[in-house]
């Protein structure tokens, strides 16, 4: 059975920071691309970030780029969100996700899109406050 569990999550004064983490067991990710996705009460699940199988190659939405930093640890099958700057708007339930059925090593699949993700944590929540 695989397992994705977030945690990190809590309340923090705006212009604050949290590292979210990550923790996958029941299968390897190490080949996979990895996200985060984040939704708010009453909106859609929104795209935070993903990271290509290596680490090396990382994409993020528009409205946290140069605030945020996804990172991972194969060795430990973990991935983290590091949120610097935090705004009142970043208000939302953090989920982290796996890809499956996409390809395995691959540099450039790094889907934005809920869809391409098969595995889904059960998100962990993160308040801004003012």
């Known amino acids: 059975q695989v397992q994705l569990v977030e945690s990190g999550g809590g309340l923090v004064q705006a212009g604050g920071s949290l590292r979210l983490s990550c923790a996958a067991s029941g299968r390897t990710f190490s080949g996979k691309t990895m996200g985060w996705f984040r939704q708010a009460p009453g909106k859609e699940r929104d795209f935070v970030a993903a990271?290509?199988?290596?680490?090396?190659?990382?994409v993020y939405g528009d409205s946290v780029k140069g605030r945020f930093t996804i990172s991972r640890d194969n060795a430990k099958n973990a991935v983290y969100l590091q949120m610097n700057s935090l705004k009142l708007e970043d208000t939302a339930l953090y989920y982290c996700?796996?890809?499956?059925?996409?390809?395995?090593?691959?540099?450039?699949?790094?889907?934005?899109?809920?869809?391409?993700?098969?595995?889904w944590g059960q998100g962990t929540q993160v308040t801004v406050s003012s």
């Open positions: 990271i290509s199988w290596n680490g090396r190659n990382t």
């Open positions: 996700a796996g890809s499956g059925k996409g390809p395995s090593y691959s540099w450039t699949y790094l889907p934005p899109r809920p869809n391409e993700y098969d595995y």
